[in-house]
């Protein structure tokens, strides 16, 4: 009956955080710039474009993008971990605000949620 809230929840989010990525190109934050960057803006667009195609029950977009995405997902962990340390540890203030913040507590909990359901699937 609410299966199309999630893939809402999820879109909502994904656009923030592109539109915070695609906000630290157009105001030329040098300390922001790094592969990285680029690689999560991708991610989020091809992102959005999945959950969309979720959305509208859209099989075809599914089958096609739910291989590539579940392999990009585990590394977009890695990157936005490793990136958003790298912004706090350089003190690029350009970047310091909420998105930031909750961009790594956010990847922080799924990679613990991965990480435990990996322990769980490897215990049974």
């Not at 203030?93 to 790594?104: A, E, K, N, V, Y």
């Amino acid at each position: 009956m609410y299966r199309w809230v999630w893939p809402l929840v999820n879109t909502v989010f994904l656009g923030s955080a592109a539109a915070w990525i695609t906000s630290l190109e157009k105001n030329n934050c040098a300390c922001s710039k790094n592969w990285r960057r680029d690689f999560l803006k991708w991610f989020f667009l091809v992102s959005i474009l999945f959950q969309l195609a979720i959305l509208f029950k859209n099989q075809l977009l599914i089958k096609y993008l739910a291989g590539p995405i579940a392999v990009a997902s585990v590394a977009y962990l890695y990157v936005t971990l490793t990136y958003i340390h790298k912004l706090m540890i350089d003190e690029c203030d350009c970047t310091d605000g909420r998105h930031r913040t909750i961009m790594f507590w956010l990847a922080l909990g799924q990679a613990f949620l991965l990480a435990g359901s990996i322990f769980v699937g490897i215990r049974k």
